[in-house]
């Protein structure tokens, strides 16, 4: 029979716990403390733990840190136990190498199926360092705390992460999570957008050009490489490289050194690699549009940050975040507010959000947010595709009608992203700015 130890001084929590974990057939040790847990820790025998954040004499944290660096191996699995969870405790948590993270109150079948797992997974490595802090990160849902639990876990680490999910969900953000928790967070992050620079310019920025290596290189010039080293180098929109590049890149990472346009010579550097793309890269790998390779290189982790849509919970809790950088005095949402934010299904994502709460507290009068301030309907119904309908006997007004009203819708759905919206219907950025000037559409 396995034995579990509990620690936590909450009595009647500790308690019920018991009775569910024994009822389940395993034997319980108690501690009301962390110098008890850590003593009967070091008998030895134990299979996995309950720790509790806070105890009378020390911290769960650091109960579990002295958990992982007791003699002999690092311990047995733990799984902590909050009153609230937070990203900061969570991420701190998983990179010290806790098992789980559940909130009280916790039920029967989630008791079992961390325990189960965890017993699963005895013997399996763990990785440890130091915590940091970290940017303003919400996170209420399961989901994104599924999400941030896999950042805690790939953080210490120096593995290539390929970092999935719609446009604008948070994809960013995930890595920058990712370089600050890292042990290279005081050294640089630096993103790059692969989509935002035409490919042919994209190679010198990436890897920088000596002086005379084509025409208008009057310079050397530094790479992107070459300013991330030491640090994290986010390649955002991976999906969007030629594959020309798939290739330099394929080597870079194969040999851990660039070689600047023009120069004779490869120059190490020692960055970590991330990558982000809305595209589904297996299916691109499938139609011959992404090196297989490459992508298996890059998706040593995978993160998948879900869409907005389907982390309901994190709706609210983001529009006051966003609510509050927006303004010094912020204003409230109405209840209808809130419930038009909760039944849109925000294709833009949490971008989207992030601008359609900005303007409404531009757009509102007095100190709280309507309904119909956010300008939410518009977006639902595309009124641009119905309202008028398209003049009959007049094709290239009709056209013309219906451009506008594809620009318009998605510019909306990708919350204003010009290069995202262009990459949608398919037309070159610069003719999509044409186009907006010329319907006079602010994005
Ligand atoms: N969980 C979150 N907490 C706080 N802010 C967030 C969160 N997720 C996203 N944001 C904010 O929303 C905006 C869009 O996020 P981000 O740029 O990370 O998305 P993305 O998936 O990288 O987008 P794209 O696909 O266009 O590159 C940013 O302003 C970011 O700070």
Request: aromatic share 4%; with cysteine.
């Amino acid at each position: 029979m396995a034995r579990i130890l509990i620690v936590d001084d909450d009595a009647s929590f500790r308690e019920s716990l018991a009775e569910t974990v024994s009822s389940l057939g395993y034997e319980i040790l108690i501690a009301t403390n962390g110098a008890q847990g850590l003593s009967l820790l070091k008998h030895g025998g134990i299979e996995a733990v309950f720790l509790d954040f806070r105890l009378p004499d020390m911290t769960g944290i650091e109960v579990l840190h002295a958990i992982k660096h007791l003699p002999g191996g690092d311990g047995p699995p733990v799984i902590m136990l909050t009153a609230y969870t937070s990203v900061d405790n969570t991420i701190e948590a998983m990179k010290l190498g806790a098992f789980e993270h559940l909130a009280k109150p916790i039920s029967r079948h989630a008791v079992e199926t961390a325990l189960a797992a965890a017993l699963a997974s005895r013997g399996t490595a763990t990785q440890q360092a130091e915590a940091r802090k970290e940017d303003e990160f919400v996170a209420h849902s399961e989901r994104m705390r599924e999400t941030i639990k896999m950042v805690g876990r790939a953080a210490a680490s120096d593995a290539t992460v390929l970092i999935t999910g719609e446009t604008g969900s948070g994809k960013e953000i995930v890595a920058r999570a990712l370089h600050q928790h890292s042990a290279r967070a005081s050294q640089p992050f630096v993103a790059v957008n692969c989509a935002a620079i035409p490919q042919e310019l994209l190679e010198s920025e990436l890897f920088g050009h000596v002086r005379g290596a084509f025409t208008g290189a009057t310079a050397n010039r530094t790479g992107i490489f070459q300013q991330a080293d030491g640090g994290t180098l986010l390649l955002d929109e991976i999906g969007d490289m030629s594959s020309n590049l798939q290739a330099k890149l394929l080597r870079v990472l194969a040999e851990g050194k660039i070689v600047p346009l023009g120069a004779e010579r490869p120059l190490a550097v020692n960055v970590r690699l991330l990558a982000a793309t809305h595209r589904d890269l297996e299916q691109e790998v499938k139609e011959g549009k992404f090196r297989e390779d490459l992508f298996y290189r890059l998706n040593v982790i995978n993160i998948h940050v879900s869409p907005l849509r389907e982390r309901h919970e994190d709706i609210i809790a983001l529009a006051e975040y966003f609510l509050a950088l927006a303004s010094d005095s912020p204003k409230n949402l109405s209840a209808e507010a809130r419930h038009r934010l909760e039944k849109h299904s925000w294709p833009g994502n949490v971008r989207e959000l992030r601008n359609v709460i900005e303007r409404a507290t531009i757009l509102a009068r007095g100190p709280s947010i309507k309904a119909e301030d956010l300008g939410l309907a518009d977006v639902v119904a595309s009124p641009a595709l119905s309202a008028t309908p398209p003049p009959l006997h007049d094709l290239p007004a009709a056209l013309a009608q219906l451009e506008e009203a594809m620009i318009r819708t998605a510019l909306a759905e990708t919350g204003g992203n010009r290069a995202e919206a262009a990459r949608r219907l398919g037309i070159r950025r610069q003719l999509l700015y044409a186009k907006l000037q010329h319907y006079g559409v602010e994005p």
